[in-house]
């Protein structure tokens, strides 16, 4: 990558912005200027980038003149604000909400997975939800391998998905559960420490909560099977990184444990950890920083023809938010699919 283009990141000093500055430091992006955007709460801080400081900046509607990439994690509702004015002022938006996921004419990518989609981007590109991205590079392989019949999936989902102030939560509450036996908390969704909480994001009418027809939907625009029958339940654990699923999938064509695990071996974006009779299999306390999705614990599901069980792992900030956001704007960089901003 030989061209340099402005990146702003509006969301900059929360759990995925922060980790945005880490990977783009890492990878080491070919950045030209760059601008990072906050609430009022965090406007006026520094940041340090590259050994240089930065000033943390307001969002506003006039933000984005001369940017290049945004790269959003500020939360739907300010996505739905701003991410119009970005597209106005020229730049192109890889967004980490779920405002613009499931428009038509926007592409929901996991880099690696379905870049192609990215040729006929619009202006905004959508990062999917962090369960559906560690989710999909397995169910591409298999699909591929042996075609997916039916998928179910639970997840074990850590609060770090729900931004910096449920870090913070766990870690009170679980001081005060050790210090005085209980603690409170101000919904019961939240109730972190010690606890696994069948509920992520808003209940809708069937029973499902928000985040599992995420799951749902993400997957299937993501890997083009809009019939694919799938359905998930969604849970968060007292782990402050990483998410774990555990995943039953049932295939068309008969395949094997081996053929599984050699598919699942050759795809870039997996790891495989499997070797139960030593103990070793994906722990969420194992993946905090590393890049791969980790697949362990493949298995037959004895009880069904053509069926197989895993245990997926990987880091929800990464693979699930900043990094593949990054990914995808290496590849618009790579592959020119900046709209004549990069010079
Ligand atoms: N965490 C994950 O695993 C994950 C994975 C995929 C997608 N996402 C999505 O990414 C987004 C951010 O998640 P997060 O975990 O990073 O949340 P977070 O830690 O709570 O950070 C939120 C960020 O948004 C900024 N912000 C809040 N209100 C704003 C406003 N009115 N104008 C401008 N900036 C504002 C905050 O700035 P202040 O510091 O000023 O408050 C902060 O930088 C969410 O949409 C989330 O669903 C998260």
Redesign the pocket.
């Known amino acids: 990558m030989s061209e340099k283009v402005n990146i702003a990141i509006?969301?900059?000093?929360?759990?995925?912005?922060r980790m945005f500055l880490r990977i783009l430091e890492e990878r080491n992006f070919p950045i030209k200027n760059l601008k990072l955007?906050?609430?009022?709460?965090?406007?006026g801080s520094k940041v340090k980038f590259q050994g240089k400081e930065y000033t943390v900046e307001?969002?506003t509607k006039d933000s984005f003149k001369d940017v290049d990439i945004v790269l959003a994690?500020?939360?739907?509702t300010?996505?739905k604000e701003?991410v119009p004015h970005a597209v106005k002022a020229g730049a192109v938006i890889i967004d980490?909400?779920?405002a613009y996921r499931m428009d038509n004419d926007v592409p929901l990518v996991v880099a690696g997975v379905n870049n192609d989609a990215l040729k006929n981007h619009k202006g905004i590109i959508a990062?999917p939800?962090?369960t559906t991205?560690q989710l999909v590079p397995a169910l591409k392989v298999l699909n591929e391998l042996a075609g997916l019949k039916r998928v179910v999936i639970s997840t074990y989902q850590s609060v770090?998905?729900?931004?910096?102030?449920a870090i913070d939560e766990l870690s009170e509450q679980s001081k005060d559960h050790l210090s005085k036996g209980s603690y409170s908390s101000n919904s019961t969704n939240r109730k972190f420490a010690f606890n696994v909480v069948p509920h992520i994001d808003v209940f809708s009418d069937d029973g499902y909560t928000k985040e599992e027809i995420k799951v749902i939907l993400e997957s299937r625009k993501i890997l083009s099977l809009p019939d694919l029958r799938i359905t998930c339940t969604a849970v968060r654990v007292p782990v402050y990184t990483g998410h774990s699923e555990s995943v039953n999938v049932e295939l068309n064509n008969s395949t094997t444990v081996k053929q599984i695990t050699d598919a699942f071996s050759k795809d870039p974006l997996i790891e495989i950890v499997d070797d139960p009779t030593n103990s070793k299999y994906p722990m969420a306390i194992d993946v905090a920083d590393k890049d791969p999705v980790y697949i362990g614990r493949i298995r037959k599901d004895n009880s069904n023809p053509n069926t197989f069980n895993m245990w997926i792992v990987a880091d929800?900030?990464r693979i699930?938010?900043a990094l593949n956001a990054v990914r995808i704007a290496e590849v618009l960089v790579k592959e020119n699919l900046v709209k004549a901003k990069v010079n």
């Not at 509006?10 to 912005?17: C, E, I, K």
């Not at 955007?37 to 406007?43: F, M, N």
């Not at 994690?73 to 739907?76: K, L, T, V």
């Open positions: 509006l969301g900059a000093t929360g759990n995925v912005g955007l906050s609430s009022e709460k965090s406007a307001l969002a994690s500020a939360g739907g300010i996505s701003l980490n909400s779920s990062n939800n962090c991205a770090s998905g729900a931004g910096k102030a929800n900030l699930g938010a």
